[in-house]
Structures are given as C-alpha cells and as structure tokens.
C-alpha cells in the first residue's frame, strides 16, 4: 500500500527596496516585506480497487528580508538577489486518509531562493 503525494505552492510578496549608495553602475540595495502564500496538497493512499483521497489547500501569511546588487544604467540592468522568506503555519495532517479527524496546522516553511534577472525602466 503505497502514498502518492503532490503539493503546490503559490505565493505573492510587496516588498520595500531602500538602496544603498555606491558609486559607478553597481548599486546594492536590502528589501523586505509581506505576503501571502497559498499551498494545496493532494494525496492517494491503498492500492488498485481501494483508494482512499484527500485534498487540503490553506492561506497564509508571509514575510521576507533580502539584499540584491543592480548592475547597469536608467533604462535596463542586471540584478541579483537573495532573500529569507518564512512562511507561518502550512498544512498538516493529523491522521492516515482512511479515518476522519480534524486536521492540524502543520510547521511553518522558511526558503531562500537566489534571484537574477533584468529590469526595464527608470
């Protein structure tokens, strides 16, 4: 009897960037700010004839501090950034599929992703 398991998760962050001064084209700056992050996980448990599924999603909130370095001029340029993004309470399960019982919250989630790109604009 075997678990298969498939989890989503899809977030949005507003953030304030305050820059650094630095001379020439390289410009650092530190951003940080508040989100919201919806995770969905959907699960199938038993064998061939006899399964059992359950599907839970959950809203939360999030917060996040970084630094990231801009390269270039007005128009276009080059960042890279790096961030630590915490998550509060995800989901959890607090019994098997085959029985009903309330479900838990499970621990928060803490990421963080490295950033690179381009930006467009003054």
Do not use: K
Not at 9 to 29: F, K, T
Not at 71 to 77: F, M, P
Not at 100 to 108: A, K, Y
């Amino acid at each position: 009897m075997g678990v298969d398991r498939a989890h989503r998760r899809v977030g949005v962050n507003a953030d304030l960037m305050y820059p650094l001064p630095a001379p020439g084209h390289l410009h650092p700056y530190v951003l940080g700010g508040l989100g919201t992050y919806h995770a969905t996980i959907s699960m199938t448990e038993g064998t061939a004839g006899q399964l059992s599924s359950a599907d839970t999603s959950e809203s939360t909130v999030a917060w996040n501090l970084g630094a990231g370095l801009t390269i270039g001029g007005a128009v276009t340029a080059l960042f890279i950034e790096n961030r630590y993004v915490h998550v509060a309470g995800g989901l959890g399960y607090s019994c098997s599929l085959r029985t009903s019982c309330p479900r838990q919250s499970g621990p928060p989630t803490t990421f963080v992703p490295i950033t690179a790109g381009i930006r467009f604009g003054g």
